[in-house]
C-alpha cells in the first residue's frame, strides 16, 4: 500500500479566512512533506517533518504553519493567505529520510485564494 | 547552475516508438534518482528509482544511469497516448529531493 490522502481536494478561500489542509498515511512512514506546485513547474518544497520533528522550513511565509500531530497525520495552516499562494499543494511521505527512500505523492489540494 | 536539468519539451513521439528523457545533474556524490510521471492537474506518481549504473527495466520503461557523466534517462518503448504527460527527474537526498524542472511528453495517435 502506497497510498497518501489529502482533503480536501479542492479549496477555496478569501485573504481573510483560516483553514487547514489534512495529509494521512498509514505506509509506517517517517519522513513527511510538504510542497507547493505552480502550474507548468516542478514541486518547490516548503517543510519537512521527520520523525514527526519539523527537520526543514524552506523559508516559507509565516501564513503557512506546518503541524505534525503525529506519524500519520500532518497539517497545514493557512491563515491570511494571497491570490498568489493559489496553487496545488501536495504532500508526500518517505520510508526515511535517506537519500535511497522512495518519495510517494498525495492527490494534492488545489487552493484558490480569492 | 540548476542542480537537476532537464530539457522541457515538449517531446513529440508517434504512437508505438520509443520516447527518450533525459536528465543531468550536478552534484557528483547522489547515489540515487527517480522519475515521476504527473499527468496535468494530477499528482506526481512513482514510476522507477535507480541506483547503480547501467539499465533497469519494468515494462515498458528503462531507466539508465551513468554517473561519471552525471546522467540519467528514462526510455519508453511502444509509446501509447496515454503516455502523454510531465515526466520529472529527480534526485534523492537525505531529507529532501531535489527536482527538474520536467519534460512534457506528448504521444500522438
Known amino acids: 500500500d502506497t497510498e497518501v490522502t489529502q482533503t480536501p481536494k479542492h479549496l477555496v478561500m478569501g485573504m481573510t479566512n483560516k483553514k487547514s489542509l489534512k495529509c494521512e498515511q498509514h505506509m509506517g512512514h517517517r519522513a513527511m512533506y510538504w510542497y507547493k506546485q505552480k502550474a507548468k513547474k516542478p514541486p518547490e518544497l516548503m517543510f519537512v517533518y521527520s520523525y514527526e520533528k519539523l527537520s526543514i522550513n524552506e523559508s516559507v511565509p509565516s501564513r503557512f504553519s506546518p503541524e505534525c500531530p503525529n506519524s500519520s497525520l500532518l497539517n497545514l495552516h493557512l491563515h491570511a493567505l494571497q491570490p498568489e499562494d493559489s496553487a496545488l499543494y501536495l504532500c508526500?511521505?518517505?520510508?526515511?529520510?535517506?537519500?535511497?527512500?522512495?518519495?510517494?505523492f498525495g492527490p494534492g489540494t488545489r487552493l484558490t485564494v480569492l | 547552475q540548476k542542480e537537476v536539468e532537464q530539457n522541457s519539451g515538449p517531446l513529440s513521439v508517434p504512437e508505438g516508438a520509443i520516447a527518450s528523457l533525459n536528465c543531468t545533474y550536478s552534484?557528483?556524490?547522489?547515489?540515487?534518482f527517480f522519475w515521476y510521471r504527473q499527468y496535468s492537474g494530477k499528482s506526481p506518481e512513482l514510476i522507477m528509482s535507480i541506483y547503480s549504473n547501467g539499465d533497469k527495466e519494468d515494462g515498458r520503461f528503462t531507466a539508465q544511469l551513468n554517473k561519471a557523466s552525471q546522467y540519467v534517462s528514462l526510455l519508453i518503448r511502444d509509446s501509447q497516448p496515454s503516455d502523454s504527460a510531465t515526466y520529472l527527474c529527480a534526485v534523492g537526498g537525505n531529507n529532501d529531493m531535489r527536482f527538474g524542472a520536467g519534460t512534457r511528453l506528448t504521444v500522438k495517435p
Open positions: 508526500a511521505s518517505r520510508t526515511g529520510t535517506s537519500e535511497y527512500n522512495e518519495q510517494f
Open positions: 552534484d557528483r556524490g547522489s547515489q540515487s
